[in-house]
């Protein structure tokens, strides 16, 4: 048995035969031609590129009846990759110039524009390079006669193991046969990552040498929270993921028969609200048959990742109207784009900066590009009329910062005149920032709610980057630091009657909720995959003893609260043998 450290991307956990997969086409042999064969060279290229331009559209309308339209768009930006100007220019004049068969010709075109991306600087770059990718298999593919990739029949169950997993390959993953997959390459925000959350199935990203690492055909053990991977697994690792599906299993079935809608408190019947992080609103729905009580945090990007142009204000009305609609009877809080980090949209022209998630980004991003902006706030101010919208903004550092938003809402409803819906849209903030905890009783005054962002919060707390798997073990959100800072804004958000609540990872993971109940909180926003378990595992504490427990504790690190909690979740019942995955031993 050996383990393996990568970026948790997408959550839950999976145990599955190791298929390894070479989806990137073999190098392409240099071949050169005669003048007089030059004309039919371009043709084939123009006949490949045709042929990618009309399976990507396939693909495209495959996958919006199978995701929707948000996770289909991602194949617009492969088929403007394919249209590119710049990349079709360079490989003709290989070909007529340099005298290059149109494999060679295209193959070094895409090389020179990978190294443009890469010269960039750019965060975004990551993504487009799958993407890239993508584009450079399909048209060699026709080239030079080569098969799709294709994941091999039969019934038992596979993680993929790649250097990258290409979105048109992720699109038509069976989740019945491929139940996770793990990458050298890619970040959490990638198309095939978003399309593994659609699917349910945990992904780890950012795995050095993970081909290496993981042989074909052994058996792993995969966590798409933590990102932590068994190779091989002992017999106790798998029986206690066994007994984690049958409970998981029957949690679900417990629900179903007590109804979803029913509220969740804890068994000293204090009341615990579970809501949903959702990142496209088609995904609202489930959130509600899951029994979530609203959405906690709905994430606005999809309406900018991978697009050419700014979305325009009538397309992210009806995006929001459609969520808003889905919970007429709950909260939806939309959270403005958090752009920046990891996420940058292909219309803007983003500086190079050596750290990204400590420069230009999210609200900063937004109120330095007013027209963008406003453009959302018009649109959240006109869902609002249909149901209980709130705004929420992200990595807040000042008060001017939400002073100015506010500004602005006051100019989108003095603009929409008597078309304004009746009362101001409730505005937030996030608490991820050192800044926003030191300055919240400042803050209080100026916002309607909060809510506790513990993935950067920890980050910028810690000096870790949450993105380098190999400072996985560093990121702990219950290190005692942050435990101080969560007990800060409590008692903040309780002097100035301030509704908190929590929307980062920690609240999905089982002892970071009982570890956070304890601390006083009672709202949480958690992901879809993991929402299911967390209701129970609420129902299975008693907050009184939480508290006296958390309160009396000083844990030297993380590890001794994971311990001492995951113990308590042991011997009641609600984790029964499981001590050690808990404590994440």
Not at 280 to 309: C, M, N, Q, Y
Not at 339 to 367: S, T
Not at 446 to 471: I, W
Request: glycine share 8%.
């Amino acid at each position: 048995m050996s383990t393996v450290e990568g970026i948790g991307a997408a959550p839950g956990r999976a145990l599955g035969r190791v298929h390894r997969l070479e989806a990137e086409a073999a190098p392409v042999p240099h071949r050169t031609i005669a003048p007089e064969e030059v004309e039919a060279e371009v043709r084939r290229f123009e006949q490949a590129r045709a042929a990618a331009r009309e399976r990507l559209e396939a693909l495209k309308t495959e996958t919006g009846d199978r995701f929707g339209p948000y996770d289909a768009g991602m194949f617009e930006a492969q088929m403007l990759m394919v249209d590119d100007p710049m990349i079709e220019e360079g490989t003709l004049a290989y070909i007529r110039e340099n005298y290059l068969a149109a494999e060679r010709a295209f193959d070094l075109q895409m090389l020179e524009h990978r190294v443009r991306l890469l010269d960039s600087g750019k965060t975004m770059e990551i993504d487009r390079l799958s993407d890239l990718h993508d584009v450079r298999h399909r048209v060699l593919s026709t080239l030079l006669d080569l098969p799709e990739p294709e994941i091999p029949e039969g019934d038992e169950p596979l993680i993929l193991v790649a250097r990258d997993l290409p979105p048109s390959l992720a699109a038509r993953l069976d989740a019945a046969r491929v139940v996770g997959f793990v990458t050298e390459r890619g970040s959490r925000a990638g198309h095939s990552v978003l399309i593994a959350k659609s699917l349910g199935i945990p992904a780890v990203v950012g795995v050095t040498a993970a081909l290496e690492a993981l042989p074909h055909g052994c058996r792993a053990l995969i966590d798409g929270r933590t990102g932590r991977i068994v190779c091989d697994p002992d017999e106790p690792e798998i029986e206690a993921f066994r007994r984690g599906v049958v409970r998981l299993e029957a949690r679900r079935e417990r629900l179903v028969e007590a109804s979803p809608e029913r509220p969740t408190r804890t068994a000293d019947e204090v009341e615990v609200t579970i809501q949903a992080n959702v990142d496209r609103p088609d995904e609202v729905a489930r959130a509600r048959t899951l029994g979530a009580a609203g959405v906690g945090l709905f994430r606005s990007e999809f309406l900018v990742i991978g697009h050419r142009e700014i979305p325009s204000e009538a397309e992210q009305y009806e995006a929001y109207r459609m969520a808003v609609e889905a919970f007429p009877d709950r909260e939806v809080v939309l959270r403005t784009f958090d752009l920046g980090g990891d996420k940058f949209p292909m219309f803007l022209e983003m500086p190079r900066e050596e750290n990204p998630y400590l420069g230009w980004r999210a609200i900063r991003v937004c109120l330095d590009l007013p027209d963008l902006f406003l453009n959302q706030l018009r649109a959240a101010v006109r869902a609002s009329a249909h149901g209980d919208l709130k705004i929420l903004i992200p990595f807040v550092t000042s008060v001017d910062e939400i002073e100015r938003t506010r500004a602005l809402i006051g100019r989108v409803y003095d603009e929409l005149g008597e078309a304004a819906p009746a009362g101001r849209v409730p505005l937030g903030i996030m608490v991820e920032t050192p800044a926003a905890v030191e300055l919240l009783d400042r803050i209080a005054p100026h916002v309607d709610f909060v809510s506790l962002g513990t993935n950067d919060l920890t980050q910028y707390v810690l000096a870790v980057d949450r993105g380098n798997a190999k400072l996985a073990a560093v990121f702990e959100p219950l290190h005692p630091a942050l435990l101080a800072q969560y007990r800060r804004i409590v008692r903040a958000c309780r002097t100035h009657d301030l509704p908190v609540g929590v929307c980062g990872e920690l609240a999905g993971d089982p002892v970071g909720l009982a570890v956070l109940i304890g601390l006083g909180f009672r709202r949480f926003s958690i992901s879809l995959s993991t929402l299911t378990e967390q209701r129970e595992v609420a129902r299975g504490v008693v907050a009184a003893e939480l508290r006296k427990l958390v309160d009396g504790a000083d844990w030297e690190d993380g590890a001794a609260c994971r311990a001492e909690v995951a113990a308590y979740l042991e011997d009641r019942g609600v984790f029964e043998g499981d001590a050690a995955r808990l404590s994440g031993e």
